[in-house]
Every structure is written in C-alpha cells, then in structure tokens.
C-alpha cells in the first residue's frame, strides 16, 4: 500500500542520475519514480527526457506502451484481477463483474474514497488455484466473491486509519 | 533438539495464507514452550496441498495441508510437531505422495526440500556441481555436452539451445550477452516462478554457465513485474551469490567473470518474444524486430547475445553435473529429457508435474490431475499459452512431444495445460483469442494490429447471428491473412485457438449460449 504524501523534483532527479548509467536505464528508471510517486506524472517526463538524452516523445512512448505505468494518479490500493484463461475456467468473469458492481468502477479507474484503482492482469502465475488477484504486491488464490469482498474491506479500513 | 518445520513462502502457498500460518505457528509454539525452527521452504508442486506444512522425523518429511490458519491450533493440540498422524489433514510422507513419487525430476529435484535462499542447501543438495565441471571445460566442451542432451528450448520455439550457444560461441566478440527469459506471460504456466522462488540459484548456475560456454560476462533476467515474489527472492539470492564469489569477477578463484542483473518488465505480453524483450532491456518500447538478423549474431545492445526461458536454463546445471547423455536418455523421439507441465484451471489436483516427454495429456489430467475441480465433465483443454489451440475429446490420447502436438495443429509450447468443464462457451474462448491478441499485439504489423481487432467484430457478428456463413468466411479468410502475414508468432498464432474452436466447436461459434 502507498503512504501519500508530498513528492520533490529534486528527489525525481536523484533517482535518475543514481540509475542513468545502466544500459537500457529507462525501464529502471521509470520504475523507480513510480515507486516513489506512485505513479509518472506528466511534468517528469521532460527531466527524465532532459536527463537522459531522450526526446519527450521517446519517454512518452515507453511509458504509454506498458500497462504497469500509470501517467496519473492511482487509488491507495491497486487490485489487479486475473484475466487469464485458467482463471476464466474457475469463474473469473463473474468475479469480474462482481467486482466492477460492488466497487462501482470499471478497469482504470479509482473509487470516489480513493482507496481502490481497479485494473485488469493477465496471469499472476497463480493457475493452479484461480481465480486469481493482487493487491499491491500480495497475490490471493481461490477468490470467491465473498472473500473478494472480505479483502476489499480491509483495504477501505486501512485507508480510514491511514486518515 | 529444535523441531523443524516447513511452510513454502511460494507465490501459491502465500496466495494461500502460508505467511499467517507461518506467524501462528511461531506464536503458537512460543505459548507452548516447543523449541522449533521455522524453515520457509519452496514449494513442492502439489500446489492443491498447499499450504503444505512439513515436520521433519526420523522417516522422512511428515505433511499437512491444506491448511489454514484455523488449522494451527488444532494441529498442536494433536501434537503435528512429534510426528502424530491423526490430524484430518495429515498427508503422510510428502515423498511417499503418489504425485510426487511417480514424477521423474531432474530440473525440479529440490523445489520444496530446500529453503530457496540457502546457499548451503544448495551446495548441499548437489548445487554448483556442475559449475565446477564446466569452470575446467572449454566454451565447445560445454556447448557440446548441451547438444548431446537434446535439449530444446522451453519458452516455446523448442529450439535446439545447443545450437544457439554454438551461433553465439562462433560469433567473435568482446561484449556478448546472456538474457533469461522470464517474462512466463502463458495463462497456465508457472514453472519458470517456481524455479525463481524455489531454486532460484539453479538458474544463476545456469545462466553463468551459459556465459562461460559462448563468453559472454553479463547477464540479464528479464523478469515480468507480475511476480513480486520471485523479484524479491532472486534479488537476494543474486546478492548472496555475490557475496559468496558465485558470480562477480574471478568466479571461484577461475579468473573468470560472470556479472547478473534482474531487471523488471511492465506488464507486456509481448516482451515475451525475445526481439521485443530485448528493445524492452534497451529501455525502449517491446516492438518486434524483424529476423534475421538473429539475436545470436545481432542481439541486445547490437551483441551476439542468448535468450533463453527459464527452463532451458535451469536445466543446465543437471546436464553439467550429470552429463548431456544422462538427460538425453529421458523422453522420446525429438523431445529428450523431461518437460515440466503445468495443470492448471477447472482441475481438482493442480500443480506441477515433471515428467519425461511421451506421457498422454489424458493421463496428466486423470491420473495427475484427477478430472475437474467443479466435479462436471471436462470439455476441452488449452495447451500453450493463449496462442495455444483448445483441445477437444479425441486429442486427449496426444503424448507429450512437440511433434506429436504439432501434428495435431496445436502446440505444446511452455507446457501449461488449462482444463475446462462443460460449462464453458467455446465462443467466448475464440473471442477472447482475439480480443487478447488486440490488447497485447505490439502494433508493428497490420495482420496482427488490425487483424485482431476485425476479429472481434467478425465473432461477434457471427455469435449474433449476423449474416452468419459469409462472416465465417471472413473469419476463414482472416485467420490465414494472420497466420501468413504477421511478423512473429502473436499474430501469426492467435488464429490457432480460433480455429480449433471453428472446428471442433463450431455450434457454440455460431450460436451466443442462452442460459
Ligand atoms: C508472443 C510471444 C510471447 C512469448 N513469450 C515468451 C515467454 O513469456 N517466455 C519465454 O521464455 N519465451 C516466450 N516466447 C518465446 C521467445 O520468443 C523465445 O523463443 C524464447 O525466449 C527462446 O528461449 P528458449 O529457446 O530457451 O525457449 C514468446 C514468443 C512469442 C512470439
Ligand atoms: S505479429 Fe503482432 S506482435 Fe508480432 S510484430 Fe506484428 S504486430 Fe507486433
Ligand atoms: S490465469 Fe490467472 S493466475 Fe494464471
């Protein structure tokens, strides 16, 4: 779970030139800020481009092409449901339209709480015990729609007491 | 004397509540007075037992499972810790399991006897002997000793990997690269996560002994950033390696150098294709290259460079040690050695079996898998990945071999086999083919970029009853434009489970199930 918080350009730099001299560094990189900020806000992009001798364009690019970086704000808690086909064979379209009725979302987007930002994965390599989801860096097996709901409400509690 | 007990920390066995277990059992036994030693261990494979607790006694390992943590306490008070067998969940001796006992493993011979993150484990369990073998060979002795396994690569191609470090060997250069592929994006697979989070210094062993056979001193595993857990252990398990003159300058004293780095994907699919993996390790959009050249010959950073799964490179260490022959004297026909298959979906059993090649699929799902999970008939079964074809009733007698799937129009691929009962829409499996194909098609070529996406639509107009057989046509005509007219395998095999389906399935295409 992220602790929001107030994030500095300086420190943005930090993390760049600290991981700019590995070959192939933008991945790193990006990963990096994302970790930090909790996701790639639009006004880095040009101190990354600067910083490395990109073009805005190129950075644009890579951060657009992957699904794991998000150019905006996300909610304190990412859930990832499993879209996979072994998922698929253990229920996870209605887990899936479960969780976009009672979390009244769709993919991409982010409770009005802000606790929850709803996304799509394509396999957790977990298919021996679907259906599948992550949240944050924690993966559950076996998710029924009431264990879904159970672990919902702990991340709304979590964000009550985090203020 | 302290009491030793296991609980995985795999990605499975914690999906699972392996870490609250693990927690209450430490609790539970502090309250008790009862001196044991916690061992979080890698998972054995039978991952429908998980979370599997085992007790070490005199006749073996004991275990438990599946358990929850409103098992703990009961476990103690039938006193588990002593070896008592009269818990409900008590399996027995873990390698007495008929799943486990009747596989023949050699890549996955430590996967839960170990604790991932001990050298000394390693070591003890017959680690680093085959780097020892290969730290006083030459580059061909090595490569040689590989081409005699038979090996063939496991990401997918099934490639002679022989043959690919012989391309990289003959390529002269200062800078040469080895890249693991550990991108496992299949639906259905997981072996290449069990091997990172239950061995992960079996696949550094691997991966520098690849490097002394083709010289290359630098290696990279591209690891997806859809397994966190397999990021954490592999980067410790890369620091001890480190640490302890595995990796690094002047390994073992040999004055040779292998460097390692993990670094993280970010949530493509198609950076599972080695061109696009290695733009994606040169920090830029995963597109396709077009091939030749070949990434032996003009790889990552423009250098000769091996991409290899995890797989293949894990199998290196036991060719090293025990010999190329003594792999090759396992499996059939072309494909030698064992193949790791993964049964996963509506399956009551699920998890990992390794077996030499020639086993029948019906014999994996039945005997291994025991049928389905929900109990209901078992319909059909996608082998493969997504790209992979949906295998109906008269397949199941196929054997596992690359040929032999091939000669049945499908695939063998990563080995990820994912059941499906009768409740299934075969419909909405063609669809989602294509569907899958649009969102994750890396753009470069039309067939595939547009292609899926008219694919879509072409179903959907079908299942609705549209003009229904010139629209099969179309799907006809659109399926070959793919498979001809794609750059790489995304687009050219994403027809292949839309055909299975219009052909073994072709009523639930036609017709949207009503319920
Ligand atoms: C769309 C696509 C996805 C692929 N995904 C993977 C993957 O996730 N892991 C993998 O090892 N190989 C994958 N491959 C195969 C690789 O391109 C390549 O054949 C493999 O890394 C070579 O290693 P091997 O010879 O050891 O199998 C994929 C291929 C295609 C076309
Ligand atoms: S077939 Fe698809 S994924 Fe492959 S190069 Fe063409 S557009 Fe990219
Ligand atoms: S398909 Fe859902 S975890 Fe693999």
């Not at chain 2, 050699?106 to 020892?132: K, M």
Request: aromatic fraction near 6%; hydrophobic fraction near 35%; include cysteine.
């Amino acid at each position: 779970m992220k602790t929001p918080g107030q994030w500095q350009m300086k420190n943005v730099r930090e993390i760049i030139q600290q991981l700019k001299e590995k070959p192939g560094a933008l991945l790193p990189v990006l990963h990096a800020i994302q970790q930090y900020i909790g996701h790639i806000p639009d006004n880095v992009v040009p101190v990354i481009a600067d910083e490395m001798l990109l073009t805005r364009a190129e950075v644009h690019g890579v951060i657009s092409f992957y699904a794991h970086f998000h150019n905006h704000p996300t909610g304190q808690n990412i859930v990832e449901i499993c879209r996979g086909e072994a998922c698929q064979s253990v229920g996870c379209r209605q887990l899936e339209k479960h969780a976009k009725n009672t979390l009244n979302i769709d993919y991409q987007q982010t409770t009005d709480c802000g606790s929850i930002t709803l996304e799509p994965v394509y396999c957790l390599g977990n298919c021996a015990t679907g259906p599948s989801i992550r949240i944050n860096d924690d993966i559950h097996g076996r998710v029924t729609p009431e264990r879904f709901d159970e672990l919902m409400e702990n991340c709304r509690q979590h964000l009550q007491e985090a203020g | 004397m302290s009491i030793r007990i296991f609980v995985p920390s795999d990605t499975t066995a914690r999906s699972l509540g392996a870490d609250q277990i693990a927690t209450l059992i430490q609790a539970e036994a502090l309250s008790r007075g009862i001196d044991i030693t916690l061992v979080r261990n890698g998972s054995r494979g039978l991952l429908w037992l998980e979370p599997l607790i085992e007790i070490e006694t005199d006749n073996g390992r004991l275990g438990f499972g599946p358990v929850t943590s409103n098992d703990v306490q009961t476990l103690f008070e039938q006193n588990f810790y002593l070896g008592q067998t009269q818990h409900t969940l008590c399996v027995g001796l873990v390698e007495q399991i008929p799943y486990l006992k009747n596989q023949q493993r050699l890549t996955f011979s430590r996967a839960g006897i170990t604790d991932p993150l001990s050298l000394d484990d390693y070591l003890e369990h017959d680690g680093y002997t085959g780097l020892d073998n290969a730290l006083i060979m030459t580059g061909q002795q090595i490569v040689d000793e590989v081409k005699t396994s038979g090996l063939r690569g496991r990401g997918g191609a099934a490639f002679p990997t022989g043959i690919k470090w012989q391309t990289v060997l003959d390529t002269p250069d200062e800078q040469k690269y080895i890249v693991c592929n550990a991108d496992e994006g299949d639906s259905g697979t997981f072996a290449d996560r069990l091997v990172m989070e239950c061995d992960p210094f079996m696949l550094i062993e691997g991966m520098t002994i690849a490097g002394l056979a083709v010289g290359a001193t630098q290696g990279y595993i591209y690891l997806r950033s859809e397994y966190p857990i397999a990021h954490q252990i592999l980067t410790k398990a890369t620091e001890t390696a480190y640490q302890h003159g595995y990796l690094g300058s002047n390994i073992r004293g040999s004055q040779k150098h292998f460097n390692l780095e993990v670094r993280l994907g970010a949530g493509a699919y198609i950076c599972g294709e080695e061109t696009s993996l290695l733009d994606s390790l040169e920090g830029k959009r995963g597109l396709v290259r077009a091939k030749p050249p070949l990434p032996a010959i003009v790889g990552l950073f423009g250098k000769p460079t091996v991409v290899n799964n995890v797989l293949s490179l894990a199998a290196i260490p036991y060719i090293l040690n025990k010999g190329g022959q003594a792999y090759a004297d396992y499996g059939v026909g072309r494909s030698r050695g064992t193949m790791p298959i993964q049964l996963t979906g509506n399956v009551k059993y699920g998890g990992l079996v390794e077996l030499a090649f020639g086993i029948s699929l019906n014999k994996l799902m039945n005997d291994f898998g025991g049928g389905t999970r929900s109990g209901r008939p078992l319909k059909a079964v996608q082998v493969g990945g997504p790209l992979g074809a949906y295998l109906p009733e008269n397949q199941w007698d196929t054997i596992i071999d690359y040929e032999a799937f091939s000669s049945e129009q499908a695939v063998l691929g990563h080995g990820g086999v994912v059941m499906f009962d009768d409740s299934v829409d075969m419909g909405d499996q063609a669809r989602f083919a294509m569907e899958f194909c649009k969102v994750e098609s890396c753009g470069k070529c039309t067939p595939c970029r547009i292609g899926s996406t008219r694919g879509v639509e072409v179903i959907d107009r079908i299942r609705a009853g549209e003009r229904t057989e010139s629209n099969w046509q179309l799907l006809e005509d659109l399926c070959e434009t793919m498979v001809d007219g794609s750059l790489c395998a995304m687009g050219s095999m994403t027809p292949i489970p839309v055909q299975s389906v219009m052909k073994f399935f072709p009523d639930e295409l036609r017709h949207e199930r009503q319920e």
